[in-house]
């Protein structure tokens, strides 16, 4: 089903990417709202060639190992990241802590990064110990009657 306009968080992403601020961009909801559908559909329009999305579901043993291993390609490829259940991966926040705050020493723009989850506390735990002043939350709802419509 294509889209005509942008769902309100998506417009959201869009202008904190073209802002460039380098912080990490957070989009957490609950299950089923179309985050991993709406976020694919929006890179692959505007950024059909420069972004490197993976999902921690889709990994037997998705670890710190694993985030390092996805940050230094899209580092090495200079694309996007976008890493979807985020929540799924142990130790997720000070992996992702250490890595921006690396990108940032090494005076580099480093990588910029899109995560996804679920509106866990584990999330958010994360987000307000390891990652204060390192992301932008979006939060996505559900569609409402509108958005339902105009899709």
Same mark, same amino acid.
Request: charged share 25%; glycine share 6%; aromatic share 8%.
């Given at each position: 089903?294509?889209?005509?306009v ?17 912080l990490?961009q =957070? #989009? ?5 709202v179309g985050?991993t ?5 929006? /890179?692959?329009k @505007?950024?059909?060639?420069s972004?490197l999305?993976v999902?921690?579901d889709?990994?037997?043993?998705s670890?710190p190992a ?11 490829t200079?694309?996007?990241l =976008? #890493?979807?259940e985020?929540q ?8 992702i802590?250490? /890595?921006y705050? @690396? ?12 995560l ?12 307000t110990?390891?990652?204060?002043g390192?992301?932008?939350? =979006? ?8 958005e339902?419509?105009?899709?």
């Amino acid at each position: 089903m294509k889209r005509k306009v942008l769902l309100p968080w998506v417009s959201q992403i869009k202008t904190h990417l073209l802002q460039k601020t380098g912080l990490i961009q =957070v #989009i957490l909801g609950p299950r089923q709202v179309g985050k991993t559908t709406s976020i694919l559909e929006f /890179l692959n329009k @505007e950024y059909p060639d420069s972004h490197l999305y993976v999902a921690a579901d889709r990994v037997f043993h998705s670890n710190p190992a694993w985030v390092r291993e996805n940050w230094l390609e899209a580092r090495r490829t200079r694309k996007l990241l =976008v #890493i979807d259940e985020i929540q799924k991966v142990a130790n997720w926040a000070e992996s992702i802590k250490a /890595l921006y705050d @690396e990108d940032r020493r090494s005076q580099g723009k480093g990588v910029r990064c899109i995560l996804l989850g679920s509106s866990s506390l584990e999330i958010q735990k994360g987000l307000t110990e390891s990652l204060t002043g390192r992301f932008q939350l =979006v939060r996505a709802h559900h569609w409402n009657y509108r958005e339902s419509h105009e899709g």
